[in-house]
């Protein structure tokens, strides 16, 4: 046993506190010496238990304990050995010491506590889960680390083929043995097997476009063989080859031609009989391919986008489509660069293509252009779906006067036919949700009736203001099909519901899939008409009478809707109620205000007049560059998600643009436009790095001007199966952003990066990049096992290579020493010990008598026994009382010759109390006289007749004595 400090030097302050004590002791002098120094020696030791308190005073103890832990390999290298693995576990804990605590620990990617540590612990098998598609020996390392005590000699146990291919465990058993923990290894040889795996597919990082590159294949094989493989394009199969195998490396030389732009993804793929292990089948890898940006313009029969598509030739790869003609998968549109909607109406599109461009602009990075017209924005039927979430615009107007009500009557055919419908869905269904999304639209200050016709009118809703919504929807509830068709009626039935209310705008929808009447129209129209009451028509399918819709939204002064696809209606009806409270065409001309600086404008002074625009509302976010004279938006853009949008809220045809289209900087403006929606510098100012391994992956960026971007750089990782997940880059130092993630399937992550501009949409851009995620090397058939590593790590660890179960526990363990911290016990001592000096300082204690007593404690012959409990304390008492007397006889000599010194003269009656007490101290001495004889004698009758009459005279003196002290 030793003892230990932690700061020893505070030790120093005891000699000085005991000096100190010393020297206010001796100032105030006690009557008995002993007393004093008693108190003293009391006062310095707790002095010195403090001192040792506060120094941090340890009792070191050698530890005779010791607790293993195995570290046993559950990965999939060694799945065959899983049995021998426990065996030795098992057989190992059989030698163990009684006292010694053993643990279990299993590892693959991670490691978990399979049996805790315990004296009693019995272990038959691995019972825990972990992931096996890794070998982590550091995880294992460190989570033993953890759970080991740290006042018992210690030790880990590996059993594994230390085939090490995530963390770093040199550097833990380095770290584990400096605190006492020796490492032993039981090398186990990895599984054999005739596995055949592709090992690595090699293609240049980038490429031209139309460019011709090699793509090898390495495939290693433990047998010659045949087998199938597979090289892939894009996950499309390109070519598939019958290959003869043979022992070790084989090589194949693929060749494949740059056909279009961005990340093109390959991946080989071995088809062989009798192969085991599926995960190292497949390997994949990437290239960039660089190319001239491709763009699709949508446009009408009209040809609305003829006069941009000339300026734009010669800079870009151009792809003009119908709007039935667009493709609508995200595999076909992520292939472009950046979109144009040339006064295209929302209801031309497919719901797939619009879902799909919102995706690529906000994932892929890709552009987005819309150009206005009478069939684009608000009249295009935008608001409420994905166009209106990527443009910098809102479809709803602003209100620069009060607003007029609308009255609106919707007279819905709901004959046997409307009972029909495409996928289990009839059209009245979708007609009744139509009009639900027509209540929603309106405020409570608007009318709606609705008509629900067939070959009778029917009121399913009179018209009435829109104060109670839900009572209206459970009314569109109720409509049910059957019956033939007459139009006719319900429309004069709306017309006269609509000329009663106060509505500032009246607006009739009217829907049929079939035929009706032919005549009988005129009249009602001519009062429509002149009730200022408009008509709009929706012929759904090709049994409707077309002509006749024609003719009645045109004699209406409404709009004619055709659809075949029923899933319309609802966006019909929504646009339609929309419209026709709102007023969105200006037909005007006027010089556009700049607003704010963008590089769209960059090299641009002077801009010409436009005649007319469809207005919107700008988002809270959007930059306007250009606006009208009542403040709306003709040029915005904006940042969504990766991507950029600008709308252009005038045409491209020269209806509004004949000025704007042969100016002559006309060609600059649309393409700064263009240019700055594809973010042509994405691929300039940066470069990235990205890894993969060991389940963990990074892309780090370097960009230059750090000064000009944020402290991160969003986005986000689409895995293997297309999977999303958000994705962020933190500054790691000026200029470089760094991110991690994590995988769990091999394959090409792409990740699809914004970097954000301080200020604002300036000098942001969006970077695609890769990174191929190799399988696992746990999978990969050259690694056999490292025997070699298994040796760096016993010597880093201080421990053996272990050959037998039974050498386990035989092995010198590092010593342990066990400090005890005596903190609190001597504080404990130390208090104890001041309650006791404060006691005898407080206590008024004669120390000479009870020396004394002590001493004829210890003189043989005298039974304080049998004297009893009262005699013993009369005696005490006389003896107290004698002693009293005698000092008081001091004194009073004193003072007798104090006053013979100065007179002379003696009192008589002090005389004759002098005398008293001289013949009081004859007496007393006699009695002690005899006492000291009694105790002699050897007689014991004799010696307790002689201790009665001691007692006796005693008592008769203590009387005298009290009445003399009275006097």
Request: aromatic residues 6%; contains cysteine; glycine residues 6%.
């Amino acid at each position: 046993m030793a003892f230990s400090f932690e700061n020893i030097w505070l030790l120093m302050l005891w000699p000085i506190a005991v000096t100190f004590t010393i020297f206010i002791s001796l100032r105030h002098k006690l009557k008995s010496r002993g007393k004093q120094m008693l108190l003293i020696g009391l006062r310095s030791l707790v002095l010195l238990l403090l001192c040792l308190a506060i120094a941090g005073t340890s009792v070191v103890t050698t530890a005779n304990k010791a607790s293993t832990i195995f570290l046993l390999d559950a990965s999939d290298s060694v799945s065959k050995q899983r049995g021998l693995i426990e065996e030795f576990t098992v057989e190992a804990i059989k030698h163990k010491d009684r006292n010694d605590s053993v643990g279990v620990i299993a590892f693959g990617a991670n490691a978990s506590i399979d049996a805790s540590l315990s004296e009693q612990m019995s272990f038959g098998r691995l019972e825990s889960n972990v992931n096996p598609a890794f070998t982590d020996v550091e995880g294992a390392l460190s989570l033993a680390h953890s759970i080991l005590p740290f006042n018992e000699k210690k030790r880990v146990v590996i059993v594994s083929d230390c085939n090490e291919n995530s963390g770093n465990a040199l550097k833990q058993v380095r770290l584990m043995k400096n605190k006492g923990i020796t490492t032993d290894v039981y090398f186990v040889s990895a599984d054999t097997n005739e596995d055949i795996q592709v090992s690595k597919i090699s293609l240049p990082s980038n490429v031209n476009k139309n460019e011709k590159f090699d793509i090898e294949v390495v495939v290693n094989s433990p047998k010659d063989t045949k087998a199938t493989l597979k090289l892939f394009s894009n996950r499309q199969l390109s070519v598939k080859n019958e290959i003869q195998l043979t022992v070790g490396e084989n090589r194949f030389l693929f060749t494949d031609v740059a056909e279009q732009g961005g990340i093109v993804t390959y991946s080989a793929e071995i088809e062989a009989v009798d192969d085991r292990i599926s995960h190292n089948n497949k390997v994949e890898g990437y290239t960039t391919v660089k190319d001239v940006p491709h763009v699709l313009i949508i446009q009408n029969r009209t040809e609305s986008a003829k006069e941009l598509v000339s300026i734009l030739r010669d800079t870009l790869v151009i792809d003009i489509k119908y709007p039935e003609q667009v493709p609508d998968t995200l595999d076909e549109l992520v292939k472009y660069d950046a979109f144009v909607l040339a006064n295209i109406s929302a209801e031309q599109l497919s719901d797939d293509f619009i879902e799909n461009l919102e995706n690529v602009i906000k994932h892929q990075g890709k552009g987005l252009l819309v150009t206005g017209g009478d069939q684009s924005y608000a009249l295009g039927g935008y608001m409420m779906t994905p166009l209106e979430t990527v443009l910098p615009v809102k479809m709803d107007i602003k209100q620069k006067e009060e607003e007029p009500n609308l009255g609106l009557v919707l007279v819905i055919d709901k004959s046997g036919s409307m009972g029909v419908g495409n996928y289990g869905v009839s059209k009245v269904e979708l007609a009744k949700e139509a009009a639900i999304r027509s209540t929603e639209i309106l405020s409570d200050k608007d009318y709606l009736g609705i008509i629900a016709f067939d070959d009778a009118v029917k009121w399913v809703l009179k018209t009435e203001k829109m104060i109670d919504k839900k009572k209206a929807q459970n009314a569109i509830g109720t409509i049910r099909a059957g019956g033939g068709t007459q139009i006719v009626p319900s429309l004069e039935e709306a017309y006269l519901s609509l000329k009663e209310t106060d509505a500032k705008l009246k607006h009739i929808i009217l829907l049929t899939d079939g035929q009706a009447e032919r005549s009988g129209y005129e009249r009602v129209i001519k009062d429509i008409r002149e009730a200022d009451i408009t008509v709009s028509t929706v012929a759904v399918g090709t049994e409707a009478d077309i002509m006749l819709m024609k003719a009645l939204a045109y004699a209406g002064n409404g709009r004619y809707y055709e659809t075949d696809e029923t899933t319309d209606i609802p966006k019909i009806f929504a646009k339609e109620t929309f419209l026709a409270g709102k007023k969105y065409l200006n037909n005007l001309t006027f010089m556009p205000e700049y607003t704010s600086f963008s590089d769209i404008l960059k090299g641009i002074d002077a801009i010409p007049e436009l005649d007319g625009y469809v207005a919107s509302t700008p988002k809270d976010t959007a930059r306007v560059i250009l606006k009208s004279p009542e403040s709306d938006p003709i040029l915005s853009s904006w940042q969504y998600g990766l991507g950029r949008t600008v709308a252009w809220t005038s045409d491209v045809q020269g209806i509004w643009t004949n000025k704007w289209m042969q100016w002559g900087s006309s060609s600059a403006f649309w393409k700064n436009i263009m240019s700055w929606i594809i973010q042509k510098n994405i691929n300039e100012g940066y470069m990235i790095e990205s890894r993969a391994e060991a389940g963990n992956g990074s892309i780090t960026v370097t960009i230059q001007d750090p000064e000009k971007y944020g402290t991160s750089i969003k986005g986000v990782l689409i895995n293997p199966l297309g999977e999303k997940e958000e994705l962020e880059l933190r500054t790691e130092a000026p200029g470089k952003y760094s991110g991690a993630f994590s995988y769990v399937q091999s394959g090409v992550y792409l990740a699809d990066l914004i970097v954000e501009g301080l200020q604002g949409d300036v000098g942001s851009y969006s970077i695609s990049t890769a990174t191929a995620v190799p399988y696992s090397p746990e999978y990969d058939i050259r690694l056999k096992g490292d025997e070699a590593f298994a040796l760096r790590l016993v010597n880093a660890g201080g421990g053996r290579l272990l050959s037998s179960p039974k050498d386990v526990f035989k092995g010198e363990l590092s010593e342990v020493k066990d400090a005890v911290d005596m903190t609190i016990p001597l504080l404990i001592i130390a208090l104890l010990l001041l309650m006791l000096d404060i006691t005898l300082r407080r206590l008024n204690i004669r120390w000479k008598v009870l020396l004394n007593s002590l001493r004829i404690k210890s003189q043989p012959g005298v039974d304080f026994v049998m004297l009893g409990l009262s005699g013993f304390k009369n005696r005490l008492s006389s003896i107290s009382d004698t002693d009293k007397k005698l000092s008081q006889k001091t004194r009073m000599e004193q003072d007798k010759k104090k006053f013979q010194g100065n007179n002379k003269i003696i009192d008589e009656k002090s005389s004759q109390e002098l005398q008293a007490l001289s013949r009081l101290e004859r007496r007393e001495k006699k009695i002690m006289d005899t006492h000291n004889s009694m105790n002699k004698g050897t007689n014991k009758d004799n010696n307790k007749g002689d201790n009665s009459s001691s007692i006796s005279h005693l008592d008769i003196l203590l009387r005298e004595k009290k009445r003399n002290e009275q006097k």
